[in-house]
């Protein structure tokens, strides 16, 4: 294993949380490490855990310590821990591939030029290495449904910018860190705003508000603006014109 | 039973104890900023501390009642009346069909709470009636809005309030970034008088202070983790923000530490220029500190007690403040 000796990293969260870390930077191994044990821990179904989460490289679990204490998650965090190589785990069952129509540059999403670059690379071979690479939902947070997104090549592992901007809107496709974020609604961002879907992450008027899982996997098609448009006026089930399409285990 | 808006402050939502279990789709829970409030409340009208109420972030508004109505008012206390006559903070009142209850501004912390008996019953979403306006779930609360609600609370009761309004000592817990800042930093953050800053929601509260700010080891190089409510987040000029339930669920500015849930209430309530402090608690002390402020929760319904007694029932009259809080009855 290449991973540094002292992870797994297993450390307390304010009052009522457990953090099991795999690694320090967001790796493919540390990734898959890290939902594969979140979604142990959601099998042991402990009486008294509230809610378990994954992030880039950890796995969170919130719990109620009058009901279940410290020592008793610590206990079986380790156990677990010792059950496997959880950097070689699989990817979790019934994932599935967004294909996503994207407007890239124009003044729909006006840091392509930019970003690529900052990538060293013309707009074109910019916009064909990115709509060539599938991404996966690394994990979901910030703002509701709101997917993390790689990894991209190391060409794209540009710096943040140092000044936000202001506002980019829902289904915007911004770069940084070898990563995508499509972001779930309008926010300000120090991320490199490249393209431009009418993909909706959160869907709150809808039964299923949540439109992806960590471990899905994600293609951004280009369109041109004329068929964003197109798209922007027919399709009402906040999927923006994608198609999706079960990967099999 | 229903309220009718007629007027009302820019920050009110519905609230209840929020929502549970979508953290890992990056939805953080909501729910009262003072969610000791809502156990008040619950207990003046004698109902489910999960009912759902108007939380009113420094104003309130004027509500109309369309039958007979049962309200209690809790939180922050600010000056109501039914009917241009004053009504009691931390009581529960009867309105008649037409009357109307009105709700000024904050006299001493941050949000108001305005209960109906058997809770407000507007639309439930993933568990829940909380407005999380940040996730764009709910509205803030409008003129020509109405407050539903189906039962009936006891009315003509009191309860003494735990003093909470005005800021003070929070107990805090390491968290797993509190390493990240070194001793000579810990120790200067527990010795610093903060000052609650003009920049606080619901998603969170600047604090500021003299002098230089609380910097973490490679702040800029973090990995986004895991943030949880009451996470004090250095930003990158080193002041804290006190994270509240609207907060992100994940974030790269760096953590020093974790104020519980039991002093939670009182961080929330903290009116803009009032003085904070950190004590760093051991989890044991915390776990003790937690389980004291859970057993009041329980005992609150059995002390309320009624709005207007009998002098003759009093055996300790005499011992009674009857001055103080006296207000100008030409005001």
Redesign the interface.
């Given at each position: 294993m290449t991973h540094v000796l002292n992870f797994p990293l297993v450390?307390?969260?304010?009052?009522?949380?457990l953090?099991v870390?795999f690694a320090?930077?967001?790796t493919e191994a540390s990734n898959r490490a890290a939902l594969a044990f979140?979604s142990a821990i959601e099998k042991l179904e402990l009486s008294g855990v509230?809610?378990?989460?994954?992030?880039?490289?950890?796995a969170?679990i919130?719990f109620d310590?009058?009901r279940l204490p410290?020592t008793d998650v610590d206990d079986q965090v380790m156990q677990l821990l010792d059950q496997r190589d959880w950097y070689r785990a699989p990817l979790p069952d019934g994932r599935r591939l967004m294909q996503v129509p994207t407007v890239y540059g124009t003044d729909l999403a006006p840091q392509l030029d930019e970003a690529a670059a900052a990538a060293g690379l013309s707009a074109a071979d910019a916009i064909e290495r990115l709509s060539q690479t599938r991404v996966r939902v690394l994990?979901?947070?910030?703002?509701?449904?709101?997917p993390?997104l790689g990894p991209l090549g190391p060409e794209f592992n540009i710096p943040r910018l140092k000044e936000l901007t202001p506002m980019v809107p829902e289904g915007a496709l911004v770069l940084a860190i070898s990563q995508f974020v499509l972001f779930?609604?309008p926010t300000p961002t120090g991320w490199r705003h490249m393209g431009q879907t009418a993909f909706r992450c959160?869907r709150?008027e809808m039964a299923q508000?949540?439109a992806l899982n960590?471990g899905d996997e994600m293609q951004f098609v280009p369109v041109s603006r004329d068929e964003l448009e197109g798209i922007r006026a027919t399709c009402t089930d906040g999927s923006g014109g994608a198609t999706c399409t079960e990967i099999p285990a | 039973m229903t309220l009718t808006v007629h007027r009302i402050g820019p920050a009110c939502t519905i609230q209840d104890q929020g929502r549970t279990g979508y953290l890992d789709q990056g939805l953080s829970r909501s729910g009262a900023a003072d969610g000791l409030a809502l156990f008040e409340g619950a207990a003046l009208l004698g109902q489910s501390p999960e009912c759902a109420a108007l939380e009113m972030a420094g104003m309130g508004g004027e509500f109309e009642a369309t039958a007979l109505t049962t309200i209690a008012l809790t939180g922050a206390p600010m000056q109501a009346s039914i009917d241009g006559s004053p009504v009691v903070w931390n009581a529960s009142h009867q309105m008649e069909a037409g009357q109307r209850l009105t709700i000024g501004s904050v006299l001493q912390g941050s949000y108001g709470y305005l209960h109906v008996g058997g809770g407000i019953d507007t639309e439930v979403f993933l568990g829940s009636r909380a407005a999380h306006l940040t996730a764009r779930i709910g509205k803030a609360v409008q003129v020509g809005d109405r407050l539903p609600a189906t039962g009936a609370g006891c009315v003509g009761m009191k309860l003494r309030p735990d003093d909470r309004f005005s800021g003070g000592v929070l107990r805090v817990v390491a968290s797993f970034q509190t390493s990240l800042f070194d001793d000579e930093t810990l120790m200067r953050f527990t010795q610093t008088d903060f000052q609650r800053g003009p920049r606080a929601n619901r998603m969170g509260m600047q604090l500021d202070s003299e002098g230089e700010g609380f910097a973490a080891k490679g702040q800029l190089n973090i990995l986004s983790e895991v943030i949880t409510p009451g996470d004090i987040q250095m930003t990158g000029s080193g002041h804290p923000f006190i994270l509240l339930p609207e907060c992100q669920t994940t974030g790269g500015y760096p953590r020093i530490a974790t104020v519980l849930p039991c002093d939670m209430p009182r961080a929330a309530q903290t009116p803009p220029g009032a003085r904070v402090r950190f004590e760093f608690v051991t989890l044991e002390q915390a776990l003790a500190l937690q389980a004291a402020y859970d057993a009041n929760l329980s005992r609150l319904p059995g002390r309320i007690e009624p709005l207007v007694r009998d002098p003759h029932d009093i055996a300790d009259l005499l011992s009674y403040q009857l001055i103080s809080g006296m207000i100008s009855a030409t005001d």
């Open positions: 450390r307390t969260v304010g009052f009522d949380g953090l870390t320090d930077t967001m979140r509230l809610e378990t989460s994954a992030s880039l490289a950890s969170y919130r310590p009058t410290h994990t979901i947070g910030f703002a509701p449904g709101q993390y779930s609604g959160f709150p508000s949540f960590p | -």
